[in-house]
């Protein structure tokens, strides 16, 4: 019982443990969201205010580089078209973001649309100026690939369009190549120029100086461009240098497929027709420092169907910090755009310009203009504070929505344990009683343990006073050493009675021998030897002399018996018919066999007796 209500106060207490606990937290939750709706309050009533200072702050970092930008673009627009209106930048705000408007700025002040209201000409300097602009602003490779930049231009001014190229490439560090229709040849001094020889139909083939010398081992870049079964092309290395690059020849020559390579490796745009006719796969290398390439293949109808790779000077698969530079499947690995940093901004093809879309940026919306350009380094750190402070507000919103909710149930919760400190009295008092309970149990299981002692030793008290009863009951020692005595005597006589039945036996036996010789005839034949007949007759006499001897020894026994049998009766009777060592009933003919009467009486029966 003591132990049933230990563990029912135990589990009570335990319960209200969690209870505690519980209210605790509670508590806890309720304090914490408190603070957190007042917070979150607190600034949606700045809000309005913070997003004004932003976008103010926004709108002065992006003015401070119009200037700079709309002096760039007219300056190179003057260079290659003289002539030409100024540009014009014009800033506004859509939706809490920058957006950005490129145009022209006519004579009398008013505005006209790059792309709308101009030609093809001017359309392409500001393209490539775009181009130049984003690479520097976006923070990422700079390299520059341009297919047909300058296809409407007018060949005259196709020089000054490089010239501007090449300027602006030196200054902003950028690696460029271009791939142009037009002869260049006046350019052969300044930068690197390759020609595509040959026809599609018999195979084509690039004529390209080792440039080699011209690249520091550490400087990034890259080296070459190398075709191998890809499309017209069986084997053709295009080799670049650190400046300007140009890939000329006629049209329909393969010139744009160094294009079509550089997309499929960095954008994952690749196709089966990418794969020479009668070739198993196409192989797309691009070389880079120190001794490195990348590895570009097409399979067709195999999985993976692109595999991208990096490999040594020597041709081994890099492998640095447990990590495996191979990877297949149709999407770019992270590790190429990590390592070359040529990867679209926006979604936009910044890097490598596509021969049917030469038009960059001026037909994207006002704000993604504004996003690529970033307009200022610090212009793409404002737009994203707006951004992170119009998800706080909607998540402040939400806090205050959810939390005042959550707050009224929480309070209402919190109420419902206000009985806990009286359980907790009430528990301690049962705690108190319990522990009394248990100590007056303790008390009864010792009184019931000397209850048991007590019953056990009557018991035994009882068990040795019958013993003692029939140990007075017993003869005196002289009585037992004559009686033992007389008993012996018994057994001597019995053993003797035992020897005469054998002596008679045989004398029985003899007697029936003497009978068969008496019927022997008279007249015997005479023996040569009458030893062994006088031994017979000897051991006849004998015999007869032992039966007279046993048959007065029987009598002395018998007379002995008779007397110890009226003895053991007298001794009976004086006993009141029981055993005096064990105490059963006994008659005079079973005394003496002590397990004849022993085993018919219980050791309670004889005690009792």
Request: hydrophobic residues 40%; charged residues 25%; proline residues 3%.
């Amino acid at each position: 019982m003591d132990r049933s209500i230990d563990h029912d106060v135990a589990r009570a207490e335990a319960s209200l443990a969690r209870l505690e606990g519980r209210r605790d937290a509670t508590a806890q939750r309720v304090s914490g969201l408190t603070r957190e709706i007042e917070l979150a309050k607190g600034r949606l009533a700045v809000k309005d205010d913070v997003e004004a200072f932003i976008e103010a702050v926004h709108g002065s970092a992006s003015r401070r580089n119009l200037a700079a930008f709309e002096t760039l673009l007219t300056a190179l627009v003057q260079e290659v078209l003289p002539g030409e209106k100024p540009v014009a930048l014009e800033l506004s705000t859509e939706r809490g973001l920058a957006a950005l408007d490129i145009c022209v700025r006519r004579p009398d002040g008013t505005l006209e649309d790059v792309l709308e209201d101009n030609g093809g000409a001017l359309t392409n300097v500001i393209g490539m100026a775009l181009r130049l602009i984003a690479v520097v602003k976006a923070d990422v490779a700079r390299f520059l690939a341009l297919d047909e930049a300058d296809c409407w231009i007018a060949p005259d001014r196709v020089s000054s369009f490089y010239k501007v190229l090449e300027d602006g490439a030196a200054r902003l560090g950028v690696q460029c190549f271009a791939v142009s229709h037009h002869d260049l040849s006046q350019f052969s001094d300044k930068f690197h120029i390759a020609r595509i020889t040959g026809e599609p139909a018999s195979g084509v083939a690039v004529q390209s100086a080792d440039t080699g010398s011209a690249w520091d081992d550490t400087q990034p870049g890259l080296r070459f461009i190398r075709l191998v079964d890809v499309q017209a092309y069986k084997d053709a290395t295009l080799h670049l240098s650190p400046g300007v690059n140009a890939l000329i020849g006629p049209n329909n020559r393969g010139k744009s497929t160094f294009i079509r390579a550089l997309r499929a490796v960095f954008y994952g745009e690749a196709r089966d027709s990418l794969v020479r006719a009668g070739a198993k796969s196409a192989i797309v290398e691009i070389g880079m420092a120190s001794r490195r390439v990348l590895r570009f293949s097409r399979q067709p109808r195999r999985s993976p169907v692109n595999i991208w790779s990096l490999h040594e000077a020597d041709g081994s698969v890099v492998e640095e910090k447990g990590m495996r530079y191979e990877t297949g499947g149709r999407n770019v690995p992270d590790w190429v755009g990590d390592l070359f940093r040529i990867t679209k901004v926006e979604d936009l093809d910044v890097h490598v310009a596509h021969q049917k879309f030469p038009v960059f940026l001026l037909g994207e919306t006002a704000s993604r203009r504004s996003a690529v350009l970033s307009i200022g380094q610090e212009a793409s750190y404002i737009r994203d504070m707006l951004v992170i402070h119009r998800e706080r507000c909607a998540r402040d919103n939400a806090t205050v929505r959810n939390g005042e909710r959550e707050l009224a149930a929480l309070q209402e919760a919190l109420a419902s344990y206000d009985e806990i400190p009286v359980l907790k009295s009430r528990l301690a008092s049962l705690r108190s009683q319990g522990q009394q309970i248990n100590r007056a149990a303790e008390r009864l299981e010792r009184l019931q343990d000397h209850a048991s002692q007590f019953s056990r030793l009557k018991g035994q008290l009882a068990m040795a006073q019958a013993r003692a009863a029939a140990t007075r009951l017993l003869p005196q020692p002289d009585q037992l050493a004559d009686l033992t005595r007389r008993v012996e005597h018994a057994r001597e006589r019995e053993r003797i009675g035992r020897q005469v039945l054998q002596l008679g036996r045989e004398l029985a036996a003899s007697k029936s021998r003497l009978t068969a010789l008496k019927g022997l005839p008279e007249a015997a034949p005479a023996l040569e030897n009458t030893a062994s007949a006088q031994n017979i007759l000897k051991r006849l006499g004998d015999l007869r002399s032992a039966a007279l001897i046993a048959k007065g020894l029987m009598a002395q026994i018998d007379e002995g018996l008779q007397s110890v049998q009226t003895e053991m009766a007298r001794l009976v009777e004086e006993t009141g018919g029981l055993c005096p060592t064990c105490g059963s009933p006994v008659s005079a003919e079973n005394l003496l066999d002590h397990h004849a009467h022993s085993s018919h009486s219980t050791p309670s029966e004889r005690l009792t007796a």
